[in-house]
């Protein structure tokens, strides 16, 4: 109770997750979402959540792993799901992103789940005409960047202990924090319309 403190400024209030103005603003979104108005959210109606560019490969998986009632997900469902997409530094964030990521629930990654994921980067890439990134240079960076122990698979330990978790998980699910990482050192590509957002 002392977290919902109404007190407190309005904007520490929003960052408050507990605060009233938050919980509002965030069933606020669901409640944009839901396009179709019955409470509940398909996986294209999920496609709207942050910046749109989720990948379909990572939603199909979201659908397929978490809780969903006749293949919609519940609000507590997206709860979950909004947490742990709004604090990836988190490490509990990334214990959810990493059982979505491991395909075959053997506690670690190959070449082959970061190639699975990577098709959905693919897609968007196709979609927003900008030029195809090689897989496996790509999966290099993601290897170098965490330096696994065992140089074939990645463990949660592994991205546990390179503080990298949040750039390589979401590199591999949404398309423009791919684009921003794969453009960080350039200088933004003039484009209209809908891709504004990539520069």
Not at 99 to 114: E, N, V
Not at 156 to 180: V, Y
């Amino acid at each position: 109770m002392e977290l919902r403190d109404d007190e407190s400024p309005k904007d520490s209030q929003e960052l408050n997750w507990f605060s009233a103005p938050s919980a509002l603003s965030v069933y606020g979104h669901y409640l944009n979402l839901d396009k179709d108005h019955n409470g509940m959210l398909s996986k294209s109606e999920l496609m709207g959540y942050g910046s749109g560019t989720l990948t379909s490969v990572f939603l199909d998986r979201l659908f397929s792993e978490c809780l969903t009632y006749e293949g919609e997900m519940d609000y507590k469902t997206y709860l979950d799901f909004v947490l742990a997409m709004e604090n990836r530094t988190e490490i509990q964030s990334q214990q959810y992103i990493f059982r979505l990521l491991d395909l075959h629930q053997r506690g670690y990654l190959t070449p082959a789940d970061l190639k699975y994921f990577f098709k959905g980067i693919e897609e968007q890439m196709a979609a927003h005409c900008v030029q195809t990134v090689n897989f496996d240079d790509l999966k290099d960076e993601i290897f170098d960047m965490v330096k696994p122990e065992d140089p074939c698979r990645i463990t949660f330990a592994d991205i546990a202990r390179c503080g990298q978790g949040p750039t390589m998980m979401s590199i591999l699910i949404e398309f423009h924090k791919f684009w921003n990482y794969e453009n960080r050192e350039g200088v933004g590509i003039e484009m209209s319309g809908d891709d504004k957002y990539l520069q």
